[in-house]
């Protein structure tokens, strides 16, 4: 089974200030890599995913994220952030050699952004 | 639109009531999971389903049965709910391995 770690559970920043959101994973596979965003009292959706290719994946709402294959880490950055990403982020991965499509999620890390 | 529909949103019951938290997908997914939602633990996976009739244990299943009669519906049941057991569950749904899952909105469930 995978294991997700995110770094960091809670993270304050202001508004306009850089932000880096840590995840960590252990697989001796491959995997496919997602972040999530959950805002209160939604569902989560999708930030972005790393299938394969360019390890600097871009995504929506100005985020990025980069996979680092020898450290098995994916770190979600936004070079400036509003009070609207303020949320809940959730890191997940998934076997690339598996057939069941399986998600395991980290803990999450709440974002807040200060005016 | 393409959604996951969970309902109810929201549920107070009492231990040993029989329930059902349903969830209906319209995208023709094949893959559906069960998560709960707890403070600190992040969300674990209750059960999954990667099609009709095939389902599997996730992390927690204690507690809960789930069924995949139907391609589009994954419904939740707990035979006898207890505290513990009082949760935020998500439902999600997703084409394949390499793909977005998409998420419900979510049920808050309290059993006192």
């Known amino acids: 089974a995978q294991s997700v770690t995110q770094l960091d559970s809670q993270v304050p920043v202001f508004e306009e200030a850089p932000v880096e959101l840590r995840c960590n994973y252990s697989?001796?596979?491959?995997?496919?890599l997602f972040w999530y965003v959950q805002y209160p009292n939604q569902g989560l959706q999708l930030l972005l995913k790393y299938l394969s290719g360019s390890t600097l994946v871009k995504g929506i709402n100005g985020f990025e994220a980069e996979f680092n294959k020898s450290q098995t880490s994916f770190h979600l950055r936004k070079p400036s952030v509003h009070i609207s990403d303020t949320a809940e982020y959730f890191c997940a991965v998934s076997d690339r050699g598996s057939t069941l499509g399986r998600l395991y999620f980290g803990r999450g890390t709440q974002l807040t952004v200060w005016p | 639109e393409a959604q996951v529909t969970q309902n109810p949103r929201y549920l107070i019951t009492v231990t040993g009531k029989k329930l059902t938290v349903t969830c209906s997908q319209n995208m023709n997914h094949e893959y559906m999971s069960w998560y709960r939602q707890d403070p600190g633990l992040g969300l674990r996976q209750i059960y999954y389903s990667m099609n009709v009739e095939v389902t599997d244990k996730g992390d927690v299943p204690e507690g809960y049965k789930v069924s995949r009669k139907e391609k589009r519906n994954f419904p939740l049941i707990l035979e006898s709910p207890s505290p513990n057991q009082t949760s935020l569950y998500f439902c999600?749904?997703?084409?394949?391995?390499?793909?977005?899952?998409?998420f419900g909105q979510g049920t808050r469930l309290t059993v006192v």
């Open positions: 697989s001796s596979v491959s995997v496919y």
């Open positions: 999600a749904s997703s084409l394949g391995r390499q793909t977005e899952a998409f």
